[in-house]
């Protein structure tokens, strides 16, 4: 009689604090940007500060502070992962650019608030927007913090070590997860060509558990299919197109249960190559018509491997056909040739773009120059609708961004940064956020601060930071997954 009661009310307390986060969020944001745009004693200046002092106070109730942490592109309020709805999504974002610009990882304000005239509170707002103009905002604001009076305010040095340790966990679980799923394509496609049995037990529960970090993490998730093991190229390359596909899968709104099939058809698509001579797959400069033809095999070979793999007929009969057709062409040229006229498969043709990203972007013996990833980006695009399904390359182009996460860009005054974060969505053509590379003494690269490559200057409408050009990591000898993951 009494059950449903709890529940409900702890519903509404769950949308209530759902409410008060968000309000907190707007009032902030709302703060930092009016007092770049309205000076003196205007009205909406008066009206923004007493609605932020009111967004802190309705959680000062329960405690003397108000705690906002920022870890991995999400709010934390007294600890809390911040919740919000749909539409609260741009303006908590934005609040989120603005700490990341700031290298600022979180902010106390005390119930004393409730003394502060209005002026110290816009005073607060225009100091952290001149931080943002410095070159190192968080110790500029630092020492502003201390010459300037504001006891009712606290900089968090760190994340704490709870946030820092949930941070840390999902980048080890994420490191640990790729390296397993690289052990397990290599154990089972070393038992089958040795004659032993092998199943797929260990590479599905791999996959499972990347769905998992996907879900929860696509930064990082993303980050993960930069990582270039040189010496291991043939299985980095499967797990990275295993990676790229089920991230596109996800774009189109494939179920978990395909995402995990089409997971599995990226890691095992390239197994054949264990079977050409080496001297042929590392060939540095052009191979003959010959060595070509051998390499072309390697489809076929996948394919017969799969079939060879212990698992039920109907699981394996819907694994042979996306590695079998993944260097056939949307318009049906490529290999290995069949007089089949069917199209290709959805997983076939996403599993050739992702299949082409990567190995375009990993340097290898017998290319001179890497490309960056931008440049192998349009590369692509010139061969829409022969080479690739025009609408999944626009879908795969789009959730990387004009400059995937990882790319390198040489910027003015010969300076250069890493791309950490791309937008998405609405804003998918915009630029991307940046994390500076500055060289230490032993010339070294190590990390700068974070710079958003969108933003313009208002009085010349020209971006702040000019891009020169994208480099490809090996150029500079930068690896993108020490400064991603
Ligand atoms: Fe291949
Ligand atoms: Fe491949």
Redesign the pocket.
Known sequence: MTTTRPASSEKEMHKKWIIRGERFIQAFYRLVQTVKIHQGSNPILMDCAKEFNNAVLQWCDEDDNLKVQVSRYRFYLQNEKLLYRKQFAGVINNALDFFERLGLHGLRFYMSINRIPPERVLAFGNLLNRAEQQDTPLEWLVEKFTEEDFPWIEIIHDIGTHLQGADRSRKETGRKNYSYLLASVKEVTKKLTSGQRAGLRKPVRMIQNMIDLMMVDEPLFLALSTVRIYDDYTYTHSVNVALLSMYLGKQIGISRSSLERLGICGLL??M??VEIPKQILNKPGKLTAEEFEVVKK??IN?VRLIVKIEASQDRKSKMLLP?FE??LKYDLSGYPQSRRKKPLSLFGRIIAIA?VYD?LTSPRIYRLHAVSPDRVLELMLEKAEKDFDPILLKVFINMLGIYPIGTILQMDKGRLCIVIKTPNGIDAGARPHALMLVRDEQGEFKKGKVVDLSEKDPDTGNYRINIIKSLHPSVCGIHPARFLI
Do not use: F
């Open positions: 698509h390239d054949g190559k390697h489809s996948s590695p993944h260097h299949d190995a």
